[in-house]
């Protein structure tokens, strides 16, 4: 079956399941991020690397903000 297709709301949801575990953990996604609202999101829960295919036409965004947050 398809996965989460909203990319905030699996964040979410990783991000719950995980509880405490997130600080200092490495997200990773088989699914690029359209935006970087994801990658705030994670890195407001203190994820500390993120690895995600790319594709997105913003990737860019993404990357400079994992740069600067993580």
Do not use: C
Not at 18 to 45: C, H, M, Q, W, Y
């Amino acid at each position: 079956g398809a996965g989460q297709m909203n990319r905030v709301g699996a964040v979410n949801i990783a991000l719950e399941q995980a509880g405490e575990n997130s600080k200092n953990a490495i997200l990773a996604s088989d699914g690029f991020f359209p935006f970087d609202d994801s990658v705030r999101t994670a890195a407001k829960a203190g994820i500390e690397a993120i690895v995600q295919p790319g594709g997105s036409l913003r990737d860019q965004d993404s990357i400079h903000l994992t740069r600067t947050h993580t």
